[in-house]
């Protein structure tokens, strides 16, 4: 069993770290807002830590698990980041969601100070975080990988190593931008049900059955009839994932259109206030658009 420094307790990383703490791995948190690290280790064990450069003492892995890639160098980097704890060699795993240019500098800055690192962002939201089956998508070194696996088995049930340092951010954030885009669409086709004055269960289930069926009619079918946006993935977090996908396309002269498209809805979203609320909150905007309300 390994010993753990796990920085960053959100929706996501409170039950990632749990995962850890279940399998038998010696858990230290640290959190930004200090209560939730406390009341984590109240109910799951370990121990707090009041920097991350204090979680990363005497931890053989440091795992991040926060917003952008700011706040995963501050934390690592900064001048109290868990670098600055870690005995040489120890192992960094980033599982946020940040730039895979920003992922292969921080790699690099670790590198130079002997330390290993992977990015390993998640899929699956926080009923998955919560059960341990996320699928989780490594960038880095093989040997790398390898010391990560006993953790990442703690976490999840698909591991894949999907190439180098930074294509993991790579795979995630195209894999996110198709899903918000799937999302916005399925939010469309019922608006546009509803001013047809369709039956939307019968609608929803024909779709189910055949060609348009997808991970997002299953997931968020329901809560959209029924406004419930009870946040298992927040838009504001969705809407990062795009842009991230949008900017890796633009360097490489691939166009995005309609992941482009669908970002407006999102940012309609996130301008009438539903940041914090789940991604499927877009249909408020498909409604806004059309003057209909399902």
Request: aromatic share 4%; proline share 3%; glycine share 12%.
């Amino acid at each position: 069993m390994a010993s753990v420094a796990f920085i960053g307790l959100g929706l996501m990383g409170a039950r990632m770290a749990a995962s850890l703490a279940r399998a038998g791995h010696e858990v230290t948190v640290h959190n930004r807002t200090a209560e939730k690290a406390r009341a984590w280790a109240d109910e799951h064990g370990g121990r707090v830590a009041g920097s991350p450069r204090e979680a990363a003492e005497g931890a053989s892995a440091v795992i991040t698990m926060v917003v952008h890639g700011a706040q995963v160098e501050e934390v690592l980097l900064g001048e109290d980041g868990a670098l600055h704890g870690a005995a040489e060699g120890t192992l960094f795993v980033d599982m946020s969601t940040i730039a895979p240019d920003d992922a292969r500098r921080l790699g690099a800055a670790l590198a130079e100070r002997g330390m290993a690192f992977v990015d390993a962002p998640v899929t699956g939201s926080s009923p998955k975080a919560q059960d341990g089956t996320l699928t989780i998508m490594a960038g880095g070194a093989d040997a790398d990988l390898e010391r990560a696996r006993p953790l990442f088995e703690a976490m999840g049930e698909a591991i894949l190593h999907v190439g180098e340092l930074g294509h993991g951010q790579t795979v995630k954030v195209i894999s996110n931008a198709v899903a918000a885009a799937n999302c916005a669409t399925l939010a469309q086709g019922l608006v546009v049900g509803k001013a047809a004055g369709v039956d939307l269960e019968a609608l929803v289930e024909v779709m189910a059955a055949g060609s348009a069926n997808s991970t997002m009619v299953g997931l968020k079918a329901q809560p959209m009839l029924a406004h419930d946006y009870a946040p298992l993935f927040r838009l504001e977090h969705m809407i990062k994932d795009v842009d991230l996908a949008l900017e890796a396309g633009h360097a490489t002269g691939a166009p995005f259109p309609s992941v482009a498209l669908a970002r407006e809805l999102y940012a309609a979203a996130l301008g009438r206030g539903l940041g914090e609320q789940d991604f499927a909150a877009v249909l408020e905007a498909a409604e806004g658009l059309a003057g209909v309300r399902l």
